[in-house]
């Protein structure tokens, strides 16, 4: 009977997507009260500065993408809100941490042994004299 209840409150076609939606929040609710339970600065004190920055964007990120959420919900629409332009300014930031991460892991050139690479992979021609001397060599035979 209670799933009669259910049905009457709203469509039956959207009662699994509501099933998953509210499992996703309770997933959501359960990470937040893990971040929770750490101190930031007890966090970030083990983290590089690049890895804290990460953090900050990702915390301030969720934390709006769930006002976009909020918003919508309330029948406002977020894309008319200034929510919006904060979303996009923290990807800009997140594009930035992107670019100095790559930039971390892509190789370094040696240029003392990419120099001696080139030299030894050009061809050099050799002495007149030492080819004489070897075609002598090959013709008496």
């Given at each position: 009977m ?28 359960e ?14 004190q ?30 406002v ?65």
């Amino acid at each position: 009977m209670a799933s009669e209840e259910i049905n009457e409150d709203y469509p039956v076609e959207i009662h699994e997507y509501l099933s998953t939606f509210e499992n996703s929040i309770g997933a959501v609710d359960e990470m937040l009260k893990t971040m929770m339970s750490v101190s930031r600065n007890e966090l970030l004190q083990k983290l590089d500065p690049l890895e804290q920055a990460k953090v900050d964007l990702v915390s301030a990120y969720t934390l709006n993408s769930m006002f976009w959420v909020y918003l919508a919900t309330q029948g406002v629409n977020p894309k008319e809100h200034p929510v919006k332009q904060e979303l996009e300014r923290i990807r800009v930031y997140m594009n930035r941490v992107k670019e100095i991460t790559d930039k971390k892991k892509a190789g370094k050139l040696d240029r003392g042994a990419a120099s001696r690479f080139v030299k030894n992979a050009l061809w050099e021609p050799k002495p007149k004299n030492a080819s004489k001397v070897a075609n002598k060599g090959k013709c008496k035979n």
